[in-house]
């Protein structure tokens, strides 16, 4: 396992996993969605959701703004923007 796939795993487990010391904001919470799906899925796919699926559409835009992204650079982005916070 290269050394960025290690550190991806960690910083979503920590993410996953984190306590009452992390609360991001939705905000956030897209951007890392988006991130980790774009490094584990690539670029979007399948339909945009209806207009009354707030949640699902606002997740599929975020993930649609980041293709083009390669998975490794998904992964810095994510690993980054977690120790950024740290």
């Known amino acids: 396992m290269s050394d960025l ?5 960690e910083a979503v487990n920590y ?3 984190a306590e009452g010391d992390f609360k991001p904001s939705n905000e956030l919470k897209l951007e890392f969605y988006a991130l980790y ?3 584990t899925e ?11 699926d707030f949640v699902g559409r606002a997740k599929y835009d ?6 083009g992204t390669s998975s490794d650079e998904a992964m810095q982005q994510y690993v980054d ?3 950024s916070l740290k």
């Open 5 to 9: 796939k290690a550190k991806f795993d």
């Open 15 to 17: 993410i996953q996993s």
């Open 37 to 39: 799906k774009q490094a």
């Open 42 to 52: 690539g670029d979007v796919s399948g339909k945009r959701p209806g207009m009354m």
């Open 62 to 67: 975020a993930w649609e703004k980041l293709k």
């Open 81 to 83: 923007k977690l120790e």
